[in-house]
C-alpha cells in the first residue's frame, strides 16, 4: 500500500516528501510505523500519512480508515480525534501560540482519558522541508504569523490495538486559517 501512494505522487509529478506510512490495527499505535509485510485484516483502524513535494516545496496529511467495522471503541476513539482536530483547526490564527493551540487538542484528548496516548506534538511547519518551525506542541515558544503553513494532527495510539491520526495542512491567516486539505473527515468504511 505505501509503495503504491508514493508511485501514484510519481505518476501525478511529485516525489514523496517522506516515506509513506500505512500502519492498520496494532502497527497503528506507532506513529512512525514503518511499512511492512503484514496483511490488513477486516475491522482494523488504517493510518495513511503522506505527503507530496513539488516544486521544491512539501505537503503532509494524514487519514484514518477503517476496513469495514471496526467496533465501538475504535470508533469512540476516532470521534475524539476528529473532535480534538475539529477545535485545534478554531484555534489557529495569527498571533495564536503553538502552545495554547496544542493545549485545545491535548485537554479534549485527556478529557476521554487518553491524555498519556497523545505522544507527540499537535503539528509543525511545513516548505521547504517536511519538518519545520513553527510548531504546534506543549514545550513551544512559536506564536503564529501569517502566512505560514503548519499541520494540525492529533492523534490517539493504544498499544498493541490500534492508532488515530487525522492531520489537515492549513495556511494561518490573520483571523483563522485555509485549510488546503480536501480529504472527507468521517471515519470511512472501505470494504
Known sequence: M?????ARIRELGGDPSFP???AAGPNGAL???EPGGREIGRGELVVFDMGAQ???YCSDGTRTYATGEPGEAARAVYETVLRAQLASLEAVR???KGEDVDGVAR????????GERFGHGLGHGVGLEVHEGPRLSPKSDDVLAPSEVV??????YLPGELGVRIEDFVVVT???CRNLSTLPKELTLVE
Open 54 to 56: 513539488l516544486d521544491g
Open 151 to 156: 499541520t494540525v494532527e492529533p492523534g490517539i
Open 94 to 96: 495569527a498571533g495564536a
Open 174 to 176: 490573520e483571523d483563522g
Open 20 to 22: 509513506a506510512i500505512v
Open 107 to 114: 485537554k479534549i484528548i485527556e478529557e476521554a482519558g487518553h
Open 2 to 6: 505505501a509503495r503504491a501512494a508514493e
Open 31 to 33: 506513529p512512525h510505523a
